[in-house]
């Protein structure tokens, strides 16, 4: 049987990429069975060079300053350009000189010919600006194209700047399958990230460089005969189309992201996150239905400097056992440690089960042949390793390792006689799910080959333990949108192999109300007809104030170049 094969041209204006640009054509040659079948380049001729007077004239004034912004002051690193002329030599280049009719881009016929005799399978656009006509149904799979903006909400551009100035807390990213509609496409993919608020730069580089990948992860698709993967869903979006902000509304932006720059650090130096663990109790099942009991009973107020985060609970001896994060802020690390009730049956006694140099947290419990084992995450280390507790409940000890990469909330599960093991990732460790999989439950787990199955921080990172109802699989998630650890969504597993993963936020559980402990929540973990969960508040600690400052002044310092040393020849 012939291997499959997957034709890719490109479309665009040079042969100079912007970096993301880059990285999406290496991720999508690096696919085995995808070859480049033609570079289209737009050779549109220069525009006449007109005189001083006309380019005043004509110079759009509105839009001057956020103009030159772009152009002296913003710099990305992921819209840094770099010459791909290596990567695609041997690549046929056609040169097109398309026609513009108003603000839209076509081919003219007879290189829509010569296109079509190359045969692509698809077609990447990087240029030609607003494309339409018969170019898009040229390839069988289409003409992909991103769009950095939730197109529900965002069209047109600039990337992540309208956000920004609406507050809002989310910057979207798509790759759609073109249509007529601008920005109103097929989506293929599409993925959620935080609008940092206090920097636009930071935002367009986190959106452009980890949505770059999503085009090779189609094409693995196609090339595993999944020819729906091309299809995608069409976009109803009525949204206005924006367009670059004129003066006034720039000179709002600079001001808003500068005040948003000392807001957050203020924020910093000011209040400190303080967790607790609570009991639940009912299974975790239950917090599916429309108005679950959320009566939580809160543990004693953690000592001062520290909290407690991450409860996952096992029985022994007929006792509640609870293994957490114990967190101190002078140390800047969390260990291992173990509650279990006193005679008055509260959870108070605290034991340290497992600590090292490193920081550990997120002890996740998996309950197998009659032994209980334990995932903590250590990606500090830079791997995943696996224990199990002593016969004598007094310790962690190592099994193996499960993994020789860092995650972040390791969570592992069985599902339809594999297991798997799902977590997150540095520098986005909110926002991109990774998946590695095996046929034992030790291992060796292999990535998922669509790596990171999921971008979207409303509901990626593992938020405490996967359970079963009558509709299947539900997974817990963290949804860090508004803030760190804010509450969990509750995601229903629709698809789940080697090669696929699909799933669907149902609803969202919490801040819990009532309590001190209302301003998040970001694990929730079963134990028997018990739920585990913990809570967040804020609180000032002069302490942690003086830490935090001092960190921020060696970070300047770092930062800050050396004074020349004067006995140096070179200084």
């Not at 041209?9 to 880059?22: E, K, M, N, T, V």
């Not at 001083?52 to 710099?75: D, G, I």
């Amino acid at each position: 049987m012939a291997e499959a094969r997957l034709r890719v041209g490109i479309l665009c204006d040079g042969l100079r990429f912007q970096r993301w640009q880059a990285a999406c054509i290496r991720a999508v040659c690096a696919v085995p069975g995808v070859e480049l079948a033609v570079v289209v380049v737009n050779d549109s001729a220069t525009p006449p060079e007109r005189s001083f007077v006309q380019r005043v004239l004509r110079y759009p004034w509105r839009t001057a300053l956020y103009r030159s912004y772009r152009r002296h002051a913003f710099r990305p690193g992921a819209m840094a350009t770099e010459d791909l002329s290596a990567l695609l030599a041997g690549v046929p280049v056609m040169r097109c000189v398309p026609e513009v009719r108003g603000h839209s881009t076509y081919l003219p016929a007879k290189d829509l010919d010569a296109l079509r005799a190359q045969a692509p399978d698809v077609l990447l656009r990087f240029g030609f600006g607003i494309l339409r006509g018969p170019v898009l149904e040229l390839p069988r799979h289409g003409v992909w194209s991103y769009h950095h903006g939730d197109e529900e909400h965002y069209r047109g551009g600039p990337p992540g700047f309208w956000e920004l100035m609406d507050g809002d807390p989310l910057t979207g990213a798509v790759l759609q399958r073109l249509t007529e509609r601008l920005d109103g496409g097929r989506i293929l993919r599409k993925g959620w990230f935080r609008t940092v608020d206090h920097s636009l730069a930071e935002t367009v580089d986190t959106v452009l460089m980890h949505s770059a990948g999503w085009a090779a992860q189609v094409c693995h698709e196609l090339l595993l005969g999944r020819t729906d993967a091309a299809d995608g869903i069409a976009s109803t979006t009525e949204a206005p189309v924006h367009k670059y902000p004129r003066n006034t509304v720039f000179l709002r932006f600079l001001w808003k992201q500068a005040r948003n720059k000392v807001r957050f650090h203020r924020g910093e130096l000011r209040l400190h996150e303080e967790w607790n663990i609570g009991v639940l109790p009912q299974p975790i099942h239950t917090l599916l239905e429309e108005r679950p009991n959320l009566n939580v009973r809160w543990l004693p107020a953690p000592a001062a400097g520290q909290f407690r985060a991450d409860p996952f609970g096992y029985m022994a001896e007929d006792q509640l056992n609870v293994l957490y994060e114990k967190y101190d802020h002078a140390t800047h690390r969390g260990e291992i440690s173990r509650l279990r009730p006193k005679r008055d049956n509260v959870l108070k006694r605290s034991r340290t089960m497992l600590a090292d140099e490193g920081h550990l947290s997120y002890p996740y419990i998996v309950e197998r042949d009659g032994q209980v084992f334990v995932v903590p995450e250590s990606a500090a280390a830079g791997r995943v390793d696996l224990y199990r507790i002593h016969p004598a409940n007094d310790g962690l000890e190592r099994v193996c390792t499960l993994l020789e990469e860092p995650l972040f909330d390791p969570t592992l599960f069985e599902h339809e006689g594999r297991w798997w093991l799902f977590g997150t990732k540095a520098p986005l460790t909110n926002v991109e799910l990774f998946a590695y999989h095996a046929e034992r439950f030790e291992g060796p787990y292999v990535p998922h080959l669509l790596n990171p199955v999921k971008a979207d921080i409303r509901s990626a990172r593992p938020g405490g333990t996967p359970f079963r109802t009558g509709d299947g699989l539900w997974r817990p998630a963290q949804d860090s949108s508004l803030t760190y650890g804010g509450r969990i969504a509750l995601n229903r597993v629709l698809e789940l192999s080697p090669t696929a993963f699909r799933e669907e936020t149902v609803k969202y559980i919490g801040p819990l109300k009532g309590s001190v402990w209302s301003k998040g929540l970001h694990t929730i973990s079963a134990v028997g007809d018990l739920t585990l969960v913990d809570g967040k508040r804020f609180v000032t600690d002069k302490a942690q104030q003086r830490r935090v400052r001092q960190r921020k002044l060696d970070r300047l310092a770092r930062k800050r170049p050396s004074a020349p040393d004067p006995d140096d020849d070179d200084a």
